[in-house]
């Protein structure tokens, strides 16, 4: 036997159970979606059974397209996935660049500001729309209140009072409304996915080059050239990285909008077929295809995009 071919055999098996990991459930949403699949069919029995004799050909990617919720779901999508994806760049990068320095209590720092990362979606979503968002018992609700008192109490001050008595008196956000719960979803997803942009930044920042810093420092270059110049391009990578896998991760986001706003004017795409599947299972297999290939299309894009702007 061959040198060359052991090191394959021995990976044959672990790359032969991926494939079928991976081509088993793909290949059975896609035939799925060509058949009449109906969980609870009672003027059609026939159809709550996944048969071939069911065929409906490209029917349930037609029943997906013209469903009124469809282009609302990839719409709200597309706002969750890209905002979340932006803001957590920014911050990661920033927040990465401002603890990579030393400091007392460096330690203790990196710890906290990562621990967000591994709270469990539903929990974070419960502790945010309850005891942060909500415009009576949150924090939201609490600041806003005191705010309110403070402008009250300025008000009766002999001079500064007309000033103040121009002020608006502030409301609370509902964060529940159909208007703003993508907001919120945005709000707490956000926070929980930074600290994992903030990890790898983190990482690559170990290994710039820093007589190359020295160098631009010597030729009188400012904090923000060097930032421009010479970090920013050095995060090129790991920013494709966490674009990339955050961009898979947020596609599926479900968890956080079934506690917000039960997908009340907030629904995407994994929301769509989760309501599919309770009978639909043709139209939820249809759905996923498309979310499939949508996500694809987001990421080549995504990863274009970063890569000319930072790679190059």
């Known amino acids: 036997m061959s040198v060359r071919r052991i090191p394959r055999l021995l990976q044959a098996p672990a790359v032969i159970l991926l494939l079928i990991w991976m081509l088993v459930p793909l290949s059975m949403t896609l035939y799925f979606s060509f058949i009449r699949y ?5 003027r059609h029995p026939e159809w709550t059974k996944p048969s071939i ?85 949150g924090l939201q609700g609490v600041a806003i209140g005191g705010i309110n008192e403070l402008i009250a109490t300025l008000r009766a001050l002999p001079l500064l009072g007309g000033f103040f008595a121009m002020w608006p008196e ?18 707490m997803v956000t926070w929980q ?8 930044f983190m990482t690559s920042l170990q290994s710039e080059d820093q007589q190359q810093k020295e160098a631009a420092i010597l ?30 991760f947020h596609l599926s986001l479900y968890a956080e909008i079934e506690i917000v ?15 599919f599947a309770n009978n639909n299972i043709g139209a939820a297999s249809a759905t996923g295809i498309i979310a499939v290939i949508l996500a694809n299309i987001v ?7 970063v890569g000319k702007t930072l790679m190059e």
Not at 261 to 275: A, D, F, T, V
């Open 299 to 305: 990421a080549i894009f995504l990863l274009r995009m």
């Open 219 to 248: 030729d009188g270059a400012s904090t923000w050239s060097q930032f421009r110049f010479l970090t920013l391009p050095h995060l090129g990578r790991p920013i494709a990285i966490v674009v990339m896998i955050q961009a898979i």
């Open 261 to 275: 706003s039960r997908g009340n004017g907030n629904k995407n795409l994994p929301y769509l077929i989760g309501e």
């Open 53 to 137: 004799e069911n065929w409906r050909g490209f029917g349930n990617y037609q029943f997906v397209l013209n469903n009124k919720d469809f282009l609302l779901a990839i719409q709200n999508s597309l706002l969750i996935v890209c905002s979340i994806l932006f803001l957590t760049v920014i911050l990661g990068v920033l927040i990465a660049v401002l603890i990579n320095k030393t400091f007392p209590g460096q330690g203790i720092v990196r710890v906290l500001l990562i621990s967000p990362f591994f709270v469990m979606p539903a929990v974070n979503a419960v502790l945010w729309i309850n005891m942060i968002l909500d415009p009576v018992l």
């Open 38 to 42: 109906v969980l609870n069919s009672m």
């Open 170 to 187: 502030l409301v609370p956000i509902s964060f529940r409304a159909t208007q703003t719960s993508a907001w919120a979803v945005i709000i």
């Open 193 to 200: 996915w930074t600290p994992f942009a903030v990890l790898i």
